[in-house]
């Protein structure tokens, strides 16, 4: 037995016998509005004699945390920042180094005490509000509204910066009212205007890759101008402030322009330059907002920016309500390079940019969080290693939910970055395509237990190798966008490894039928696994376009129509990808520098690509699948079942038959006989197939030390 050398002996005798004890145990500060950054910051409240008691900011936190480091008397136990109930306005991001970490077993904790409310407010309250008295104002809005209608002068309240309204790009200055968004005044009030014309119809001038008329769309050009229908626009003046939203040639792109001009005469409609993107179509969709003239319902307000003046027309009393503006351009926390730190039960809101952002680091958590009223994602990702988001809530955010990045792609190195038991809805409420509920991205990142669903386009948007999207409920997504997925990937041979397991995709059916899918492999989307899923009510189930070594094993299709899409769209409407057009796919295979390891081991299949028919849809495996009221399969571009490996389906009589020796037509319920009741165990008849259950009731939100009742979706009586 080795002991101790004298020196060490006597240093361990002489450190003051206090430090163990202390170190040994969790350290516990508060922090509360009506704390003093003065004090210890160990008191919960303020003491009798108000000369002790909890901080005042977080700042003053942040300073011990940097202190107990830089000393190297991190307790042995970790420490715990709790938060007071109350509303924390934060007009700088609060911001987490690596001078605020923690260790591995012993983390630092920022939590609400005892489950008050913490809310951290990226805005102001605003006070002050009185009755219509400005006289330009009284003279542009509808005499029938005027006495509903307040104002207020948020330059009196020292709000000047109100944001600008780009593209594709945040919202700016937003107003909500008792916890809730309100309306940007718009015209019209539900629905869209269509464009009446393009007058200056003919090709498109593009930016970026060539355009296609798949959809059978009119095209216009760049010229930034249309005209509309009706006599609606002659009421509105100061057109300068007007601002469009539209789906302006395509279904699946959005973009907000601003008006320069309105020649009511010729009802015509000028656009300040930058242009949409793609051009105009007629009859494509749109609205304006930010009109004074169409300030008309409840909840509507509208921004004179020249002038600083807000007018409101309140749902309810504005006297009893709590009115917010967004006024925080930036995260309103950033985790920057920091280890081993947790955010808990803490609320995110009134905001223009991100809830939470975290930069790299490793082993941190957000945990039991709510983020709403946002004006960008909720929680961005963008690095690191085993970080993750676990049972938060996010809804009325303007941009996407969470952004989950990390791996490296030419390594394949993986993140083992994760969201899981988290709810996501009402999301992309501002830019309503390619901002999803979860954008996944990089290398081995984990999303599962989530439930998805109201919006406009995607759930899941991913990009990158060996992710693992399991257990989630998506539906109700894709409500006004085309051409989209519940599940979307795509136009990279690379990206592979992927894992689409025991999710259930329902309700899928969108504003036209054969718009939506619920898997989405798009533009030759190779090597993904899709199994033990259940697909229920989806316009499409498993969409591959164009691409190989995909696998669609031992799921439940019920009401799709079709339940699995293939196609070699090379040989078709895109096979310009293959005469020298466009190099986006051959430049991502040699981005990731396919011929030589890793990928030349992990991926071999790459290394015989270009002498295999690239444009055509090969090896795809459909196997052990149950198909149910609804359509089997289509196949495209000359695709048949003996170019597809179909075998051991088990397939309604009632659909379409096809003549494969390897599947089974089946003339009675293939074994879900109480699908309609959420119950999906599958009958002895089922299982004899080969087809194996599906775990359905570990889907969705679970119980944890966050959720103690999470909802029930499934019947597992």
């Known amino acids: 037995m080795k002991f101790a050398s004298p020196v060490i002996f006597l240093l361990m005798l002489i450190i003051p016998c206090y430090a163990y004890p202390q170190a040994a145990k969790k350290l516990i500060y508060y922090v509360s509005l009506a704390g003093n950054d003065a004090w210890s910051g160990m008191l919960a409240a303020p003491g009798k004699n108000k000369t002790d008691g909890p901080f005042r900011t977080f700042e003053r936190a942040k300073l011990e945390i940097e202190q107990l480091n830089e000393k190297g008397r991190m307790p042995a136990a970790g ?322 939910g969470v952004i ?35 954008t996944i991205s990089g290398v081995g990142s984990r999303a599962a237990h989530n439930v998805i669903h109201d919006a406009p386009g995607s759930g899941i948007l991913l990009t990158g190798n060996e992710h693992i999207i399991e257990y989630n409920e998506l539906y109700d997504l894709a409500l006004e966008t085309g051409d989209v997925g519940a599940f979307y990937m795509g136009r990279d041979w690379t990206e592979r490894g992927n894992i689409i397991r025991y999710n259930y995709f329902h309700d899928l059916t969108g504003p036209g039928v054969h718009d939506v899918n619920a898997v989405y492999l798009d533009d030759w989307a190779s090597g993904t696994t899709i199994s033990g899923n259940i697909f229920y009510n989806c316009a499409r189930g498993v969409m591959i376009g164009g691409g190989r070594d995909n696998v669609v094993d031992n799921n439940i299709f019920i009401g799709c129509k079709p339940a699995v899409h293939v196609d070699s769209r090379g040989l078709g409407w895109a096979k310009y990808y293959f005469n020298g057009t466009t190099n986006t796919l051959f430049d991502r295979m040699d981005a990731m520098q396919y011929k030589v390891p890793p990928y030349a081991q992990k991926y071999p299949v790459l290394l015989s690509l270009y002498d295999d028919e690239p444009a055509v849809a090969k090896y795809n495996r459909i196997t052990h699948n149950i198909s149910y009221l609804g359509r089997w399969i289509d196949l495209h571009d000359g695709l048949d079942l003996k170019t597809v490996l179909s075998r051991d389906n088990i397939i309604a009589k009632s659909e379409k038959e096809f003549k494969n020796a390897g599947d089974y037509i089946i003339d009675e319920n293939p074994g879900i006989d109480n699908y309609n009741t959420g119950d999906f165990r599958l009958q002895p008849k089922a299982l004899r197939y080969g087809f194996k259950a599906i775990p359905y009731h570990k889907i969705g939100l679970q119980k944890d030390k966050f959720r103690k009742n999470p909802s029930k979706t499934f019947n597992t009586k």
């Not at 009802?267 to 993107?277: A, T």
């Not at 989950?404 to 409420?429: C, D, E, F, M």
């Open 404 to 438: 989950l990045g990390g791996g490296n792609r030419k390594s394949i190195t993986p993140a083992g970055n994760l969201v899981v038991n988290t709810h996501i809805h009402h999301y992309s409420q501002w830019i309503r395509t390619y901002q999803s509920a979860s």
């Open 79 to 400: 420490i715990q920042i709790l938060i007071r109930g109350g509303v924390y306005s934060v007009e700088e991001t609060i911001t987490l180094t690596g001078k605020h970490a923690g260790k591995v077993n012993a983390p630092v904790l920022w939590k609400n005490y005892r489950d008050e409310k913490v809310q951290l407010v990226g805005g102001k309250a605003i006070k002050g509000f009185h009755a219509l008295s400005d006289a330009a104002a009284i003279k542009r809005i509808d005499a029938a509204y005027q006495k509903e209608i307040v104002e207020v002068n948020l330059k009196a309240q020292g709000i000047t910066d109100f944001g600008v309204i780009t593209n594709r790009g945040r919202p700016g200055l937003e107003l909500f009212f008792n916890d809730e968004k309100m309306q940007l005044s718009r015209w019209p009030n539900e629905g869209w205007a269509k464009i009446a014309d393009v007058p200056q119809s003919g090709e498109l001038v593009y930016k970026g890759e060539l355009p296609h008329m798949r959809f059978g769309l009119p095209v216009g050009k760049h010229y930034g101008r249309f005209t509309y229908s009706g006599n609606r626009q002659n009421n509105w003046s100061n057109t300068n402030e007007i601002f469009l939203h539209g789906y302006w040639v395509w279904n699946w792109y959005d973009e907000f322009v601003q008006v320069q001009s309105i020649d009511t005469g010729t009802k015509e409609i000028f656009i300040k330059p930058p242009h949409s993107h793609y051009g105009y179509c007629k009859e494509q969709r749109y609205y304006a907002v930010n009109v004074l003239e169409e300030l008309d319902q409840p909840g509507e307000w509208y921004l004179d920016r020249s002038n600083g003046l807000l007018f409101f027309w309140p749902p309810s009393p504005v006297a009893n309500g709590k009115a917010f503006v967004s006024l925080l351009n930036h995260p309103v926390m950033l985790l920057d390079s920091t280890e081993n730190v947790k955010i808990e039960g803490l609320a995110f809101q009134f905001s223009r940019g991100n809830g939470i952002v975290i930069k790299a680091g490793k082993n941190n958590l957000i945990g039991g969080c709510t983020f709403s009223n946002l004006g960008d994602v909720a929680v961005k990702l963008e690095a690191g290693q085993n970080n993750g988001i676990a049972a938060c809530d996010i809804y009325d955010v303007a941009a996407g």
